[in-house]
C-alpha cells in the first residue's frame, strides 16, 4: 500500500479478462440437492428442461469440471465493460475514521449499469447458437431485463420483458432502456398469459410480482418451439456466469499486495454474491486464505436469515421444477422496499447449499440504515449506489465502524453490483423523509412459509 | 493496430493523471477580445469580477500562462474517476462497415455522469480556500448543477442551483441527484430574485431559459457577500479546467500509435468540445500533427453556424459583462430539443475566436439524426448517450459512411461528454417516433439576433 497512497482505482488490464468461469460445485464437499420434477418428485434430466434452455446451458447448470471456457465470442463483449475496475474507497474510510481497509468492485460500468450483462450475453449467445429466435424473461428491478434486450440486440434475438406491474409503473426509465435496446415490454400481470390473466381476475390492478412475472416469461417459451427463457438469478449456470466478477477482484486485490478478511455482497436471488464469493471460497477451501464471507439481505425478505430451506416452487404459479433453497414460500409477496432486486422468495439453491455448509454468514438489514450508508458513499466516493448493494455497504460500514472501536486494520472487499441512476426515486423517499422499514415478525414468517409446498426430505 | 486486434479499451494509468491544465491562449496568434463592462464599455478588470469569483479563478481567466498546476486536491478528487476510459468503437465500426477507426474518449464514468465535475471540483475547491460559504448557480439539462452539487458537499459548501424549469419540470431524478448531494434545488423563474420575479410577472408560467437561471443565480451572488458564483461553461478557466480531456486523449491515441486526421465534438457553451480539442490544437499549431476538428451544433440552436459574432450578454436579464462571442442574441429562447446541454444563446469566447481564426470548422445536426445515431451507438458499442453528445456521434457516423465510399482509413476520435441514463424521456420520444424537427429559417435568425446589443467593434 505505501507505494500508492493516493491511488484509487485498481484497474485489471483488458489482457488480463478471464478466460474461464468457475464452477464451485465439483470443489464443495457435497454437491447441492438436485432439483425435482413437481409431478414425479424425480430429480430433472435434461430432456425436462430442454423445452425452455439450450442444452449448452442445460450441461453447463449440472456441470461438474471446475473451469468451463468462455467463449470467444462472449469475451469480445465482455470487452465492452470488462475488466471492471476496483476502488479503494479512500473517501468513504476517511469520513468513517476507520482504520480498515474497504476495496470495492465495481459493475455498474456495463452496458445496463449492474453486473447482469455478465450472464445475459452467454445466455442470448447459445440460445442464438441453438436456432432460438426469441428469449422471453421476466424482471423485477428492471436490471435484468434491460442485460437481456441489450445481449440479445448483439445476436439478433427477439427480446419479450414481463415487467413487475410496479415496477412497470414507477421506473419508467427502464422500460425505456430496454425498448432502445429493441426489446418488447409488458406490465406484469398481463393478458397474454393463463398465469397473468388468472391473477388479473383477483385483482385488476394488481401490481405483480417476481414469481409471478416468472411464471408468465416461462409460460410463454414452453408453448413456442422458437423460443428460450432465459432467468437472470438463482441457477447454477447464471451464479457460474458471474464468477467473472471474483476472478478478476481476486487478481485485483492481489496486485496490491491484499488478502480479504471480510468479504461482503448483497443476496437477492444470489447472482451478484455468488459471483463475487465463488473463486475466493475455492481459495479458502485451497486453505490459501480464511476471509469472512457474508450476505447481506433485505429485512423485508430475509430468505437466508428467517426462511426455511425446502423444496419449494421458483415461481408463483408452480410452473418451475421445485429447488431445494432457502425460501419464504413462492406466495410471499414482500413489502415494496427501494431494492427491487432483492424481492425474491428463494433463495439461490448453491448459495443455500453453500449455507448450510457453513461456508459463509448471513445478516439482514433495514432500507433506511442501507440509504443512509449509500448517500454517505456517493458524498465520498461519488458514485450513486444502486439499491441493492445499498445492503452491502451498510454492512461494510458497520464492519469498518467495528475495526474503529477495536483498532483491527481488516481488509474488506465488496462489490457494487450497480449504479443507482435509474433508482433516483428511492433516494428521493429517503432524502425527504419518507422511507419506512418494517420488522419482518413471527406472524408475517408464519404466513409467508405457509405456501412451501411438503416434499419429503 | 495489429497488435490488438480485439482490444477495445485504452486504459491510462492513474500515474498518468494530468497535473497541469493547458491554457490554449498563449498559443494563439492573437489573444481573445476582452469581456467589457456593458455601462463603460471598457475591458472588465479583476476588481470587477471579485464580487462573484475568487482570485485564483479570475487570475486563470486572463492567465498568459501556457500551463497551470492542478492543485494536489483536485487531483485527489479527479481520481475518483479520472484518467477516463477511450474505447476504440469496434461494434459501430463493424455496423458501419467502415474502414475508418473511431475512437471516443468517455467521460460519462465521472460521479454525475458527464465532463462536468472537470471544473466543479476546482472551482469549488478555489472558492472554498477563499472562505467563501455558498456557491449558487444555474442549470439547464442538470449536469452542471449536479457536478457543483457533488463537488461542494467535498469541500463543504452550501449549494444552490437554479435549474430551468423545463428541465426541473421533466427531469426530476436530475434535481434527486443534486439533493442527494446534499443542493437545494429551484425551479427557475423564481420568486426569489428580481431577476425571476420579472420574467414570472410576464409568464407565471414560464419554463424558463438558461439564460435567466443564469440571470438568478448571479443576482443572488453578487448581494451575499459570504457567496460566490460558478459558472459550467463560456469561461476561459473552465474551458481550461477541461483540457484533462484532450490532455489524456493525446496520450490515449498514441499508446495505440494513432494520429488523429478527425476530431469531433459538441458544442453547447463550448467547454466538452474545448477540453477535448484545446491540446489537439496545441499539437496542430505545432506542427505536429493537422486533424480537421468540427464542432457540431443543434439546428435548432446553431450560435456558431448561423449567429453573428458580436459582443453580447451572457445572460438574460443583462447582468453579466459582454462577451464577444457567436450569439443569436441574449433574449433567444431555443426550441426544447433534448439536448438541454447545447440551449445555449451564446458560444464560449475563447471557441468563438478560434472558429474565427479559422481553426475549426462547425456544422449543425437536427435531433432525430442525433438520435438514429445514439441508439445504433447503445446497440453496438452498450452505452445510451447523453443527448448532448449524439450529435457528436452523428457527425462521426457520417463521416465514417463517407470513408466507406471513399475508402479512406481514417482516424476519427469524439469525446462521449456523458451518458444518458438520466434522459431516457428523450429516448422514448425517439422510439414512439414522436421527436420532431424544427429547420431554423431566416426570420427565425432575424427574430433571435434582435437582441444583441450595438457595440462599437
Chains 1, 2 share one sequence.
Not at 381 to 386: F, T
Not at 415 to 430: K, T
Amino acid at each position: 500500500m505505501a507505494d500508492l497512497p493516493r491511488r484509487h482505482k485498481i484497474v485489471l488490464d483488458e489482457d488480463r479478462l478471464p478466460t474461464r468461469w468457475y464452477n464451485v460445485v465439483p470443489d464443495l464437499p457435497s454437491p447441492p440437492p438436485p432439483p425435482l420434477h413437481p409431478g414425479t418428485l424425480q430429480p430433472v434430466g435434461p430432456d425436462d428442461l430442454a423445452p425452455l434452455f439450450p442444452m449448452a446451458l442445460i450441461e453447463q447448470e449440472v456441470s461438474s469440471e471446475r473451469f468451463i471456457d468462455i467463449p470467444v465470442e462472449v469475451q469480445d463483449i465482455y470487452r465492452l465493460w470488462r475488466p471492471t475496475p476496483m476502488f479503494r474507497a479512500w473517501g468513504l474510510e476517511r469520513a468513517l475514521g476507520t482504520p480498515a481497509r474497504i476495496y470495492y468492485k465495481y459493475e455498474g460500468v456495463s452496458p445496463v449499469g449492474s453486473h447482469k450483462p455478465n450472464t445475459s450475453v452467454p445466455q442470448a449467445f447459445y440460445n442464438a447458437q441453438a436456432g432460438v429466435k426469441r428469449l422471453t424473461t421476466e424482471t423485477g428491478a428492471g436490471q435484468w431485463g434491460s442485460a437481456l434486450a441489450f445481449a440479445c440486440s448483439l445476436f439478433g434475438l427477439e427480446c419479450e420483458v414481463w415487467q413487475v406491474g410496479a415496477s412497470y409503473d414507477q421506473k419508467p426509465y427502464r422500460r425505456i432502456m430496454m425498448e432502445t435496446f429493441g426489446a418488447r415490454v409488458h406490465r406484469s400481470p398481463s393478458d397474454l398469459t393463463e398465469s397473468g390473466r388468472r391473477f388479473l381476475a383477483e385483482n385488476p390492478e394488481h401490481t405483480g410480482s417476481l414469481g409471478i412475472a416468472i411464471s408468465e416469461a416461462v409460460e410463454v417459451a414452453a408453448q413456442d418451439p422458437t423460443a428460450g427463457y432465459a432467468l437472470g438469478s438463482v441457477l447454477n449456470h447464471v451464479l457460474m456466469h458471474q464468477t467473472v466478477i471474483g476472478e478478476e477482484a481476486l487478481e485485483q486485490l492481489a496486485s496490491v499486495g491484499e488478502t480479504p478478511d471480510l468479504i461482503v455482497g448483497c443476496t437477492g436471488g444470489g447472482s451478484n454474491f455468488g459471483g463475487l464469493t465463488f473463486p475466493f471460497i475455492r481459495e479458502t477451501l485451497a486453505g490459501r486464505m480464511a476471509p469472512v464471507i457474508r450476505a447481506v439481505e433485505p429485512e423485508a425478505c430475509p430468505s437466508l436469515t428467517k426462511g426455511t430451506y425446502q423444496y419449494d416452487f421458483g415461481d408463483t404459479a408452480g410452473l418451475t421444477p421445485l429447488l431445494k433453497m432457502h425460501t419464504l414460500g413462492h406466495d410471499f409477496v414482500p413489502d415494496p422496499i427501494h431494492a427491487g432486486g432483492l424481492r425474491y422468495h428463494g433463495m439461490a439453491p448453491l448459495t443455500s447449499h453453500l449455507y448450510e455448509l457453513g461456508l459463509m454468514e448471513a445478516i439482514s438489514i433495514g432500507q433506511t440504515e442501507c440509504f443512509a450508508a449509500a448517500v454517505q458513499f456517493a458524498r465520498t466516493e461519488g458514485i450513486i449506489p444502486a439499491p441493492e448493494p445499498t445492503h452491502a455497504l451498510a454492512a461494510c460500514i458497520r464492519a469498518a465502524l467495528q475495526c474503529k472501536e477495536t483498532g483491527e486494520e481488516k481488509v474488506i472487499l465488496t462489490a457494487l453490483c450497480g449504479h443507482g441512476y435509474l433508482d433516483l426515486g428511492a433516494y428521493d423517499s429517503y432524502n425527504t423523509g419518507q422511507m419506512v422499514d418494517r420488522a419482518f415478525s413471527d406472524d408475517d414468517l408464519a404466513a409467508a412459509l405457509a405456501s412451501v409446498p411438503k416434499v419429503p426430505a
